[in-house]
């Protein structure tokens, strides 16, 4: 089991990433994907699936024609892991190829 991020690791790990945001009343993060069109939007998600699966580690995501609301948590250690902080940046990388 992963351990929970926590003190100056949280703080650090969260600061490394750009647009993410603590989730009000959950031990999560969150960011709001926004994309040029639904197309745009389904590849990024493909994209990020195969990662996800390979990592072993999913996200919780709602789409909405081009827009993708994501939320990370670790599960198995109820919060904000450094798995959490490693996929968010690989979404973000990602997106950043996709635009």
């Given at each position: 089991m992963r351990e929970k991020l926590i003190g100056p690791k949280r703080e650090q790990a969260l600061k490394a990433l750009h647009g993410w945001r603590e989730v009000e009343d959950r031990d999560?993060?969150?960011?709001?994907?926004?994309?040029?069109?639904?197309?745009?939007?389904?590849?990024?998600?493909?994209?990020?699936?195969?990662?996800?699966?390979?990592?072993?580690?999913?996200?919780?995501?709602?789409?909405?024609?081009?827009?993708?609301?994501?939320?990370?948590?670790?599960?198995?250690?109820g919060g904000v892991t450094e798995l959490d902080a490693a996929l968010a940046k690989i979404m973000d990388g990602i997106a950043a190829q996709v635009r």
């Open positions: 999560a993060i969150t960011k709001r994907f926004v994309f040029r069109d639904f197309s745009e939007a389904f590849g990024w998600m493909t994209r990020v699936a195969l990662v996800a699966e390979r990592m072993d580690h999913h996200p919780e995501w709602l789409n909405v024609y081009k827009t993708v609301e994501v939320t990370l948590s670790t599960h198995d250690a």
